[in-house]
C-alpha cells in the first residue's frame, strides 16, 4: 500500500551543490508530477510527465531538470541550488484514463529540502 | 489561466462549532472542483471532489457542493472535531484537452480546532 514514495524526506544543501530527488509510484499511473509548497503560495508546479518518454515545464521550473526513468520513476534534480529553492517538494501522480479531467491526484510524504 | 481563491486563514474553531471555508474559482468550460487536506507533517490527501455542476462531494463528514452560478465550492462540516486541524487546500483540473490533469491550488487555508 505504498502510493507515491519519494526520498530523501530531508536535505540540507550549500548553495551551489546538486542533488536528486527520487520518487516512485506502485499504481500504475501514467502521468506523474513535482510541486513545491511555500509559505503562503499554495503548491505551484514546476514540472509534469503526461506519460513515460514526456516531459513538459509547469509554473516554476526555473533551476530544475527532471527525467521519467521508466513509468514508475520521477526524478527531479537541482544541478546548483540557490536558497530560493530552500522549500516542500511533493512528488505525485495521477492516472489519465480519458480526456475526462476528474482524475485525482495522488502525493507523496513530501521532501523538506533547505540551501544555505 | 485558471486560478483558485480561497479564504484567508488561520481559521480557529472551538470543537463541534460549523465550519466553512470559501473557495470560488476562475477557468473556462467545466473542471473538475477538488478539496485536499495536509496534516502537519504530511503530504495530501484527496478529501472530496465534484466533476460537474451541482455535484455534492462528500467524505468524513465534509461537504461541498459544484455551483456553476457563482463558480464556487465551498467546504462545510457541521461539527469540527480537533482532529479535522490541518491546512485545506481548494483546487481545480481543467475540462479536457492538454493539462487537463494537472491541479491549479489555492493557496491553502489553515484550520486550528480547539477543545
Known amino acids: 500500500n505504498a502510493g507515491v514514495t519519494q526520498t530523501p524526506k530531508f536535505q540540507v544543501l550549500k548553495t551551489g551543490q546538486s542533488m536528486t530527488l527520487q520518487c516512485a509510484q506502485d499504481m500504475n499511473h501514467n502521468s506523474m508530477y513535482w510541486y513545491r509548497q511555500d509559505p503562503g503560495m499554495g503548491l505551484r508546479l514546476i514540472y509534469y510527465?503526461?506519460?513515460?518518454?514526456?516531459?513538459d515545464k509547469g509554473e516554476v521550473p526555473n533551476g530544475y531538470n527532471v527525467s521519467r526513468l521508466n513509468k514508475r520513476e520521477f526524478s527531479l534534480r537541482l544541478e546548483s541550488a540557490a536558497p530560493s529553492q530552500t522549500s516542500v517538494y511533493f512528488c505525485?501522480?495521477?492516472?489519465?484514463?480519458?480526456?475526462?479531467?476528474?482524475?485525482?491526484?495522488?502525493f507523496g510524504e513530501g521532501s523538506w529540502l533547505t540551501v544555505v | 489561466g485558471d486560478s483558485v481563491t480561497q479564504m484567508e486563514g488561520p481559521v480557529t474553531l472551538s470543537e463541534e462549532a460549523f465550519l466553512t471555508i470559501n473557495c470560488t474559482y476562475t477557468?473556462?468550460?467545466?473542471?473538475?472542483l477538488f478539496w485536499y487536506v495536509q496534516y502537519p507533517g504530511e503530504g495530501l490527501q484527496l478529501l472530496l471532489k465534484a466533476t460537474k455542476a451541482d455535484d455534492k462531494g462528500s467524505n468524513k463528514g465534509f461537504e461541498a457542493t459544484y455551483r456553476k452560478e457563482t463558480t464556487s465550492f465551498h467546504l462545510e462540516k457541521g461539527s469540527v472535531q480537533v482532529s479535522d486541524s490541518a491546512v485545506y487546500f481548494c483546487a481545480l483540473t481543467p475540462y479536457s484537452g492538454a493539462g487537463s490533469y494537472q491541479l491549479t491550488f489555492g493557496k491553502g487555508t489553515k484550520l486550528s480546532v480547539i477543545p
Open positions: 477557468a473556462t468550460g467545466y473542471p473538475s
Open positions: 510527465s503526461a506519460s513515460e518518454g514526456t516531459t
Open positions: 505525485a501522480s495521477s492516472a489519465k484514463d480519458s480526456a475526462h479531467s476528474g482524475n485525482t491526484i495522488y
